[in-house]
Structures are given as structure tokens and as C-alpha cells.
């Protein structure tokens, strides 16, 4: 690690105002690629502790808090990742356009972060907070203009990587770029690096890992066919060479004598890409897997149901390093529930969905759509309903072909051919997660609910005023309706 001067004024300055070494930990921020809850034996997913996919990650959950309620802002991950670092929805900043960057002037934490004298550093996967990095030379050239591209923005950072490769043998070299990152790293001073893994992003490898398709058990919402299983397998296999990585930025930390002072924030960024996943606001398109470690401060083999949205990490990461968070900012820390103090929990997480690279005429590349979630129930409003359902990055996989085929010849069970085919869809869909947690059952109109579809719908009123959303809002689509 190199010297500062500067950085050693800033550092002085902060122990005279009475901050110490303890209190501005490192802060090491990974995220892996369309990862869904429950895809980790820690959350006794059989699947995996069967296979024993992902071993280091559920010694990491030992080692720390598991969070089992946390969903992401967005089911697509350049609105999801610009929105955890700017701690508010991608409809506050402006970017439910699939990999258009949070608008011009943005502030997000590890800005707040930099000032306050941490290190900052991105690397690994695309994080998507300049775009997508292969635009269109006239779009680049004006995301330049708006400082929102290159090098003004690139000068936010200490370390700034746009896009690691994305081969799969990629994730072997993970300790390299780690290492080559903290190398950056000023004598002494705290860090903050973000590092995306591609880990199970699409496409996959052939093989499955000596991953047995048959023994898999499979989530009630998807047919039983030798496509889906072997899919599913591939998955997996995909989510143990994440695992594999993980277990290389261990083997980092301990080597530079790192880890009793380096909060590891592990988090999904959406959904997985298989079916009624990424790109939907149903639960397995924003549920993803939480895990903090924070040694001596959050109690090991601990685990919590609180709610948690992508928007909160902003918050409870500037609150670890002592910093106030923009006024902007509209996440809310969840650090008192890690040190197991007074915390009060949200009543809500919401998502949003735009639309994403893809067909304008079909969901996987257009869609509007919109959910609120409470502890129990989960409301959805499709503003377009006449998009026919199709998976994000599978439209051309053999899964999907083979269900068009069974569906075109009336050989798809009643069920999933509702699921899947129905059209249009429903405007307004709302599950009870405790006793239908794959949404099978969609409970909208039924007056058993009357009250809590009012509560959530009224809810999402709200919040879309408050993020300035540009759709009908749900409450006036539902009084058209009647």
C-alpha cells in the first residue's frame, strides 16, 4: 500500500474530532449476479447443502448476521446496483431505463464516503453506474457531456474498473484483482471496495458440475421437464464457482491480516434468470440473499426477518463509517439491527420494472410494472397487461422453446400454462407469501382481501408520488376498472 501525505493530514484531523482506526472499518461490498433467495445452504436450501454448493458462503452467514427478508429495488441490475449506491429508487434518479445512469449531480454514498477520507474503489463485474459501456457513440458522448461518463465521473473514484471479464474461468482470478486493488490502498487509511462477481449470470457452461438434474427438487411454479432440471443444474453449478470465488477473497483478507477489521456486505443485485425471476416483481425476481459480517461487532450465527430493501445499504454503510447520509437519501439504515439494538423495522419494500435490453414488444424487454410487500402479502400492478410473459436472457433457451411447444399443443399443465401464458395479464396480482410463497394463487378482487389490497395499493400511491413516478397511479387504474 502506498504513502498520502494528504491523506495523512485528513487522517489527523479525524482523530482530533475523536474518530479512531476501529470506528472507520474497511468495508469490502459484494454482489453477485442474477442470485436469488434461496440459493444458499445457509438458508437451508436443500438443493444446495445437498450438493454442498456453496460452502463458503454459508461459513461466512456463521460467521455473521443472515438477512432473510432483503429484496433489491429492481429486478434488472443496472437500476438495481445504481440505486443501492445512490440509497433510493431507480425512479428517484432517473434510471428505470435499463442501464441509463442515476441523472446528473446524483450523489451517491461512496461520494459521501471519499470525503470523509475512505479509499474508494470499484472492480469485477460492470456495476453499470456509467451505463453499459458499448452504447451508441452519440449516447456515450453526451453521457460524457453530463458528467455522468469518463473521466469526471471516473474521478469519483479511487479505483475505477468499468467491466472485468465475464468468462467463466474469470472467477479464478478473483484474488488478483482484489490484490490489485488493495495495492492502491494509502498506508493507513480505511477502504471502501466494491467488487461484483458475474457468478450466476448468464450464459452458463455445458457441464453441471456432477450436479444431478434428476435429484433436484424443483419450486412448485415450474414444470417438470428434463429442460428445466438440466437449466437448473447449470444454475447451480454457476452459484458454486461464485462460492469458489468467495472463498478466494477469504483466503485475501486473512493473508493481509484484514479480516478482524472488514465488514464483508454480501447481497444479491436482482433476481435469477430462470423462470418468473429477473425481470419480474414477483418475489423470486427481487428476493435476494443478504449476509453481513462485521467481526466483533455483529454477533456470529445470527439471522433476522426484517425487511430490507437495496436502498438501505447506502444508509447503514454511512452510518458504520460515521457519515451522515445525503438529504436525498431515503434508505434507512438497518445498523442497530446488526449490532442488536432498538431497531424499527420497514413496513414496506416497493420495486420497480422498465424496461430492459430486449424486444419492445414482449416483458423481457418492455415492461412497467410496480410491487409493495409487507411482512406477509405481496401487491403487483402490471400497467401494461397485454405483455405476454417471457423469461429475461432464456427467450431463446431450449426451457422456453420446449414450454411454447407443449403450450401450443395444449400439453402444458392448466397451472403453469396460467402462469406463463395468460394473456393479458392480470392488472393488479396480489399473493399471500405465507401460504403461497411461489404465487400461485392470485388472491386480486377477492373480498377475503379487500382491506390489506386497499392498504398496499393505497401504500404504492404514495410512493410513487414521493419518487415522482410517471405511471397512472394504481389506485385511479383500479377505479377505471370498476
Known sequence: MKHSCIFNVLFSLLFALGATAADRPNILLILSDDHSFPHLGAYSNVNCIENNITPNLDALA?????????????????????????GRSPIGIAATRFAQPARSGTVFFTDLLRKSGYWVGLDGRHQHLDGRGNDLDHVSDALIQLGMRGEAFESRFDHFVQKASTKRDAVWTVDEKIEAALDKVDEGRPFFLYFGFNQPHRKWGEDHDNIDPSKLILPDDWPDLPEVRLDYARYLAEVRDLDSGMGLVEHVLEKRGLKEN??????GDNGEALLRG???VLDRGTHVPLIVRWPGK?????????????????????????????????????????????????????????WHFGPITRMDGFDLSRSVMNQKYLLIYNSIPERSYSPVDMSKNPVWLRMQALHDAGELSDIHAQLYFQNPRPIFELYDLDEDPFQLSNLAGQS?????????RIEMDKWMIREGDYLPLPSHAHQLMR
Open 62 to 86: 456463521k460467521e455473521g448476521m443472515l438477512l432473510n427478508r432483503a429484496y433489491t429495488p429492481s429486478p434488472q441490475c443496472a437500476p438495481s446496483r445504481a440505486s443501492i449506491f445512490a
Open 262 to 267: 472488514t465488514i464483508i456486505i454480501f447481497m
Open 278 to 280: 429477473k425481470g419480474t
Open 298 to 354: 455483529v454477533k456470529a450465527g445470527t439471522s433476522s426477518n426484517s425487511l430490507i430493501s437495496g436502498i438501505d445499504l447506502a444508509a447503514t454503510i454511512l452510518e458504520i463509517a460515521g457519515v451522515e447520509k445525503d438529504p436525498g437519501m431515503n434508505g434507512q439504515s438497518f445498523l442497530n439491527l446488526l449490532l442488536d439494538k432498538t431497531h424499527t423495522p420497514r413496513d414496506y419494500v416497493f420495486a420497480e420494472r422498465g
Open 448 to 456: 377475503s382481501v379487500t382491506e390489506i389490497e386497499k392498504t398496499l
